[in-house]
């Protein structure tokens, strides 16, 4: 069976990447299966293990990353570490599926430079910073100090869009969607 293709979704949180992920898995032509990151923080509202993440503690995560079990891994924010197991890639890949992933600017950058040619890195970028932190203040469900630290962080990250494949504007979310789904058919020849 021919192996799945790689496609890397980055942008900076608020910027509605998991939203587009979702509709992009509604789409059974494009035949995805998403890579469910491990992840030392706790979990939010009604996330469950195994679904949005793996939730290792610390200890766990670090003696994972000693062991070789990730492709790639970030300490995306101070002392909370996420990473891609390398079991989640062969799992999905192998079964003939493009694997989606949803992983920070460094990481995706990571695994594009591994995978290369099998690899799509698309970068979401907002309309603007201003309206990328009403949207973040509207999702509610960070406090103050954490919200700080997203908007500082994604003024970084919006520095590295131009080192990825392509780029998408998610002003209007149909159109986004659209776009990104064009750009996973032509690079999976779908
Ligand atoms: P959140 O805590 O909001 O779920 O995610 C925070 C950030 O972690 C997001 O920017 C997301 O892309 C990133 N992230 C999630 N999973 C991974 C992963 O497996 N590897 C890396 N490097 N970043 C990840």
Redesign the pocket.
Known sequence: MKKGKIIIL????GTG?STIISRLMEMPELKLGF?I???S?AP?GAEQHGR??FFLSPEEFSCRVDAGEFV???E??AG?C???LRSEVTRVTDSGNNLI????????L?VKRQYGDEALAIFILPPSVEELERRLRARNTDSEDSLRRRIDKAETELSYADKFDCRVVNDNLDDAVAETAALVRKFAAI
Request: charged share 30%.
């Open positions: 980055s942008a900076p949180s990447k890579s990151s491990a992840t923080r939010r949005e993440y790639e891994w970030e995306v924010y909370t996420y990473g891609t992933m949803d992983i920070d600017v460094k990481g995706a990571n």
